[in-house]
């Protein structure tokens, strides 16, 4: 991923207002993140914990959207997977994160969510540079590459869900 700037972050969201998208907390350390690494930019938000944030590249530009951690407990003793990364993680190392659905369906309530790394670091898992507690990834058979293409796509289609896209 190409780093972004305060700026196009606030400016890529789609399921909030401007002026949401002016007033949510952003990553700290932005300069300092591992962009390289990075399929998309998510964070959950320090001062609420039942939000957070994700902006990924999307038909060319950057697009984000504020997701919202229902209070639903999940099992600490029963293992999770996330639905982007494919990443086992127990306990409550995946969160259902629901999106308001962009222009007039989300105005009107419509949601989608999906079920996430709740730490949002699908990439860093991916890839192996960061490793989920207590459970051990599984090695796959398919190369890097096409695991990080499957986690791409995986969003997309999330995201696309989010944008009310059919085309995808």
């Known amino acids: ?29 932005l300069a300092e993140l591992p962009w390289q690494n990075l399929d998309f930019l998510g964070w959950r938000d320090q001062g609420a914990p039942d939000r957070a944030y994700l902006v990924a590249p ?23 997977v996330c639905s982007l990364c494919i990443t086992a993680h127990a ?30 670091a699908c990439s860093l898992y991916v890839r192996g540079l960061k490793k989920s507690t207590l ?13 990080i293409d499957r986690t791409v796509g995986n969003l997309d289609a999330f995201l696309a869900r989010v944008l009310g896209d059919t085309a995808l």
């Open 58 to 80: 999307y038909a060319g530009e950057p697009v984000g959207v504020t997701l919202r951690v229902p209070t639903i407990r999940r099992s600490l003793t029963k293992t999770n």
């Open 135 to 147: 459970i051990t990834r599984p090695d796959e058979s398919v190369p890097l590459e096409l695991q």
């Open 91 to 120: 306990g409550s190392g995946v969160a259902l994160l629901a999106a308001r659905r962009a222009g007039a369906a989300g105005r009107e309530g419509n949601t989608v969510g999906t079920y996430i790394c709740a730490d949002l």
């Open 1 to 29: 991923m190409e780093p972004l700037s305060e700026n196009e972050i606030r400016a890529s969201f789609v399921n909030c207002s401007k002026g949401e998208a002016r007033r949510l907390g952003l990553p700290r350390g």
